[in-house]
């Protein structure tokens, strides 16, 4: 099957690599994680790393082999070992609580780079009232098995990352928090996984953003809780097809781009002040600082 890759976390790394996968399953627009033989049924090096010798990022599309694990495949699985010598056991109330979860049988192959214009197109932003159920940054075991789903794409405002207090001696760095808005409601003290804001590498004290979609994950069990995790931030901006203006959007529904509304293209922030373009100035102006 084809994946398009939207995350690419960190889960229990080592020595051998130790990555949360998920995307979309392009055969049915379907969300889909990817699940390895190793501990913790986290993807490896052995699967993340194409021939070339390069690992897989957000946006790659790439050909899997790998297979729904439902009722039948853990029974059959967790009875004869999933493949690689590996004979941990996938519990039962994984089924419902991650049911998105396939099995990979070997490496990615990559296919082709995506944009994030043809992920925005996808249609796969959730419209859901809540984001898993309520407001709260934890699901009980429960409510983890009722919500029945554990990767969602949302579109949140004031989004806003701030450092945890760092562990005392070892100057250890846990991951960044966020609070945002989505709905109306005000969500604060959910755990940051995204790689690209790791905590332990960088040293900024908070950081604001302006329009942002974010991949949100439910987690394996830990402490009889399932929390609810940011596995992916996409701070996107909007430009007009043939962006002749050399300056980007920062908000959807800046008046510029009213009377262009059939060639607007989704872009990523870093991508475009990269590129040296700014935000224009009726954009900037409603920009967080
Ligand atoms: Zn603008």
Redesign the pocket.
């Given at each position: 099957m084809e994946v398009l890759i939207l995350t690419r976390s960190d889960k229990h790394k080592a020595d051998d690599g130790g990555y949360c996968v998920a995307g979309i399953n392009l055969q049915n627009n379907q969300w889909i994680r990817l699940v390895g033989p190793h501990y913790h049924f986290k993807i490896a090096d052995a699967e993340a790393i194409y021939e070339d010798g390069t690992l897989c990022e957000p946006f790659d599309v790439v050909e899997v082999d790998a297979e729904k694990i439902d009722s039948q495949k853990r029974i059959e699985c967790n009875a004869h070992g999933w493949g690689n010598g590996f004979t941990e056991q996938y519990p039962e109330n994984l089924l419902s609580i991650q049911p998105e979860n396939y099995i990979v049988r070997d490496k990615f192959k990559l296919v082709r780079k995506a944009s994030i214009d043809e992920v925005m197109h996808l249609g796969i932003v959730s419209d859901d009232e809540y984001i898993y159920k309520d407001d709260t940054t934890s699901l009980s075991i429960e409510d983890a098995i009722e919500c029945n789903k554990s990767l969602v794409m949302v579109k949140v405002e004031d989004l806003e990352l701030y450092p945890k207090e760092k562990y005392d001696e070892d100057g250890y760095q846990a991951h960044y928090r966020a609070r945002f808005k989505y709905k109306g409601h005000q969500y604060d003290g959910l755990s940051v996984t995204d790689p690209d804001y790791d905590a332990a590498k960088t040293d900024f004290q908070g950081l604001k953003f302006g329009e942002t979609y974010l991949i949100m994950s439910v987690g394996e069990e830990y402490r009889e809780r399932h929390y609810k995790i940011i596995a992916k931030i996409f701070e996107t901006v909007?430009t007009i097809e043939n962006n002749t203006y050399g300056?980007?959007?920062?908000?959807s529904d800046?008046?510029?781009?009213e009377k262009y509304k059939d060639s607007v293209i989704y872009a990523l922030w870093d991508d475009m002040v990269a590129d040296g373009m700014g935000?224009?100035?009726?954009?900037?102006k409603n920009y967080l600082s």
């Open positions: 909007y300056f980007f959007h920062a908000f800046c008046k510029y781009l935000q224009c100035k009726e954009c900037e």
